[in-house]
């Protein structure tokens, strides 16, 4: 894992703080969770990602990141092709 600097701001910080009640790590590390759900969601609902990426780029499983796009009202850019070729591949492997 790499460390990262980021440059915020003193006021909003100490705001966080006081409502979250946690640390300053904590809080960014909060943050930067929060921040790369909603940018996979908005990068899937964009069509610039795969399911299986977002799921990756959010940090969650496949089934996580499709609860997380239901909750964001984000539909699936899937082809009615694509669940017939899952459903078949996943019958083979039963």
């Known amino acids: 894992m ?6 915020l701001d003193e006021e909003t910080l100490q ?12 809080v960014v590390r909060e943050l930067v969770e929060d921040g ?3 940018k996979a969601v908005e990068l899937y609902k964009n069509k610039k990602i795969s399911l299986g990426l977002g799921a990756r780029l ?7 990141f499709i609860d997380l796009l239901k909750e964001h009202n984000v539909h699936l850019n899937l ?9 078949e591949n996943a019958r083979k492997m039963l």
């Open 58 to 64: 959010a940090g969650t499983t496949l089934s996580g």
């Open 2 to 7: 790499e460390t990262v600097s980021v440059r």
């Open 36 to 38: 790369r759900k909603h």
């Open 15 to 26: 705001d966080f703080e006081k409502i979250m009640k946690e640390n300053r790590s904590k």
């Open 79 to 87: 082809e009615l092709e694509d669940v017939r070729k899952s459903v």
